[in-house]
C-alpha cells in the first residue's frame, strides 16, 4: 500500500483537459450539446435578438439536421439559427446557419449538413417576432468550460452563461463575423435548438 496523498508512477493525466463531462453523444439521435446539470424551461425570443451560447464538440461529426420548437407561433415569420466557431473563448465565424418556420406551434426540422471537428463553437438563434421556444437556465456554463468574463468583466458567482446581440433586421440571417464583443450584453438564460448527429467520422 502507498503512502496516504501519494500519486502512483504508473497514473497518466490527459494531455489536455476535458472541459465539457458531457461528451458521449450516440449518433442518429438529436443533442442540445450542453451541461446537464441545470433545469430547462421554455424561453421568449425578443423580436430581432439574437441569442448564443458555448459548447463543446469533443469529436468530429456530421451534423445533419437541426430541431426547434416552436412554443409561440406567428404566420409568415420564421425562427432563425446559425453554428459559430469560436476565437479565444469568443464566438467568430459562420459554420453553418439557417431557419424554420415559425408559423404554427410544432418542432421544426430543418435538413442542413455540415462538419463539426473537434473544439468549442457557440450556437445563435433568434426570430423576426416575438416567440416562445425551449430555454437552458444554466447560470455557470461560462465559468464551469473557463470563460468567465468573456463579456462584462462579471467576477461574482452568478457570471453570465450566454451573449445576446440586438439586431436591426435578423431576416439577413446571422452575422458574420458575430458582433464585438461591446456589441452585445450577457445574460443568464437562452433558447436553444437540437443538432442531429448523422455520424462520426
Given amino acids: 500500500m502507498g503512502q496516504v496523498g501519494v500519486y502512483p508512477q504508473s497514473i497518466q493525466f490527459p494531455a489536455e483537459p476535458v472541459p465539457n463531462l458531457n461528451c458521449f453523444r450516440k449518433a442518429g439521435a438529436f443533442h442540445r450539446f450542453h451541461q446537464e446539470f441545470k433545469a430547462t424551461a421554455n424561453l421568449g425570443l425578443t423580436n430581432n435578438h439574437i441569442y448564443a451560447r458555448p459548447f463543446v464538440n469533443p469529436k468530429k461529426c456530421l451534423i445533419s439536421q437541426v430541431a426547434i420548437r416552436v412554443i409561440t407561433a406567428s404566420a409568415g415569420k420564421f425562427l432563425y439559427w446559425g453554428v459559430y466557431d469560436d476565437n479565444n473563448t469568443y464566438p467568430n465565424r459562420l459554420v453553418s446557419q439557417g431557419s424554420v418556420s415559425g408559423s404554427a406551434a410544432v418542432v421544426r426540422i430543418e435538413v442542413k449538413d455540415f462538419v463539426l471537428n473537434p473544439g468549442l463553437y457557440w450556437t445563435a438563434i433568434g426570430a423576426n417576432f416575438a416567440?416562445?421556444?425551449?430555454?437552458?437556465?444554466?447560470?455557470?456554463?461560462?465559468?464551469?468550460?473557463?470563460?468567465?468574463?468573456?463579456?462584462?468583466?462579471?467576477?461574482?458567482?452568478?457570471?453570465?452563461?450566454?451573449?445576446?446581440?440586438?439586431?436591426?433586421?435578423?431576416?439577413?440571417?446571422?452575422?458574420?463575423?458575430?458582433?464585438?464583443?461591446?456589441?452585445?450584453?450577457?445574460?443568464?438564460?437562452?433558447?436553444?435548438?437540437?443538432?442531429?448527429?448523422?455520424?462520426?467520422?
Fill in 131 to 201: 416567440s416562445v421556444t425551449h430555454g437552458i437556465d444554466m447560470n455557470d456554463e461560462m465559468m464551469v468550460m473557463g470563460m468567465r468574463n468573456v463579456v462584462d468583466g462579471f467576477t461574482a458567482f452568478t457570471d453570465p452563461s450566454f451573449l445576446e446581440y440586438v439586431s436591426a433586421d435578423i431576416t439577413a440571417g446571422m452575422p458574420d463575423p458575430f458582433p464585438v464583443a461591446t456589441e452585445v450584453t450577457a445574460t443568464i438564460t437562452c433558447p436553444s435548438f437540437w443538432l442531429y448527429i448523422e455520424r462520426y467520422l
